[in-house]
């Protein structure tokens, strides 16, 4: 199947620092990818949809300017957690959608563990 | 989309068939019936999906009732790194997004 990576795969900062994590489509062009976040022993929350070449489309609740996404190109999408603080501490999963000869699906990466101390 | 609901958790002796059941009484008519797993601090894995036939690959099998309502995840020999949350998710073909459940917690036993 399609692959998709994050990097990095976790990361510790500081409280009030800006981490940026990447989200790729290794084998296959993405226009639209998603981003999740998941907190301990719960579900994944759609935060946002990223596509390329537009802005991304926030899912209610969730604060625009504190997670900047860009997605430049087919391939990448970038999301950018602003000014972290510890409670933004989480396990940030993206998905990029993949169409291709009658299939139409989602494949997920491994997921980014943020830490914010 | 419509909702799903799951058991919060499951039990499954090692070699055994593991059936995860789903309900979706307000799926409608152009709604596919999806499953994904994750397995602890990893990305969601796609199983399967289906419309209204059964379908079966070399995960797993998914049992649709002729209602629709209603669905059944089948891993037929569950083996100890099965043990993972598997979630059930109805989605229109148009709706690119996937949105998640609490999902079953399936734990295979020796």
């Known amino acids: 199947g399609a692959v998709v990576s994050q990097h990095p795969s976790w990361v510790i900062c500081k409280s009030g620092t800006s981490v940026k994590i990447e989200c790729r489509s290794l084998?296959?062009?993405?226009?639209?990818m998603f981003w999740y976040r998941q907190f301990p022993k719960q579900s994944l929350m759609l935060m946002a949809t990223s596509n390329e070449g537009s802005k991304a489309t926030y899912e209610q609740g969730v604060e625009k300017d504190k997670f900047l996404i860009n997605h430049a190109s087919l391939t990448l999408s970038t999301l950018t957690v602003t000014s972290a603080h510890p409670e933004d501490s989480s396990f940030y999963i993206c998905?990029?959608?993949?169409?291709?000869?009658?299939?139409?699906?989602?494949?997920f990466g491994p997921g980014t563990r943020l830490t914010v101390l | 989309d419509a909702k799903t609901t799951q058991p919060p958790s499951m039990d499954c002796a090692e070699g055994r068939a593991a059936n995860l059941p789903c309900n979706h009484s307000?799926?409608?008519?152009?709604?596919?019936v999806y499953w994904y797993r994750q397995i602890h601090s990893q990305g969601p894995q796609y199983i399967i999906h289906?419309?209204?036939n059964n379908e079966t690959n070399e995960m797993a099998s998914l049992i649709i009732t002729e209602d629709r309502k209603s669905s059944t995840l089948i891993l037929p020999h569950a083996t100890l790194r099965d043990t993972a949350v598997y979630y059930c998710i109805v989605r229109r073909a148009d709706n690119n997004d996937m949105r998640f459940g609490a999902g079953t917690r399936l734990t295979v036993k020796p």
């Open positions: 289906g419309l209204k």
């Open positions: 084998d296959f062009q993405a226009t639209t």
């Open positions: 307000t799926i409608s008519g152009n709604e596919y």
């Open positions: 998905s990029a959608y993949y169409r291709d000869r009658g299939l139409n699906e989602q494949f």
